[in-house]
């Protein structure tokens, strides 16, 4: 059973930046996401890094969010850039049970879960 701790969420104002953290309790070596829910939305998968550090990111996020792990401190990061009112959400960390090339944002393709840290974001 893999653990997955996310910290880092917080309050900011529009245009700022936060990093949120994932603390697994095994190396980070099978593929990990992070997804997001605002409410009232459905979940939506924002960045994957994959077994063999492929990444993939939602248009949504592309160019202002950047997902990275180090495997040494068995931690993903993802750092966000220029935050919008609508990155208001609770930010989940997952992983995959099998190792991948390729990284995903689909969320069925993960097993393991946190329990999420919220980020809000004020104009």
């Known amino acids: 059973q893999v653990q997955l701790m996310e910290s880092g969420g917080g309050s900011v104002q529009a245009g700022g930046s936060l990093r949120v953290s994932c603390v697994a309790s095994v190396k980070p070596r099978v593929c990990m996401g992070w997804f997001r829910q605002a409410p009232g939305k459905e979940r939506e998968g924002i960045a994957s890094?994959?077994?063999?550090?492929?990444?993939l990111y939602a248009d949504s996020v592309k160019g202002r969010f950047t997902i990275s792990k180090d495997n040494g401190k068995n931690t993903v990061y993802l750092q966000m850039n220029s935050l919008k009112p609508e990155d208001t959400a609770i930010y989940y960390c997952?992983?995959?049970?099998?190792?991948?090339?390729?990284?995903?944002?689909?969320?069925?393709?993960?097993?393991?879960w946190g329990q999420g840290t919220q980020v809000t974001v004020s104009s």
């Open positions: 890094i994959s077994s063999f550090s492929d990444t």
């Open positions: 997952a992983a995959t049970s099998v190792l991948r090339y390729s990284a995903s944002l689909r969320d069925d393709d993960y097993t393991y």
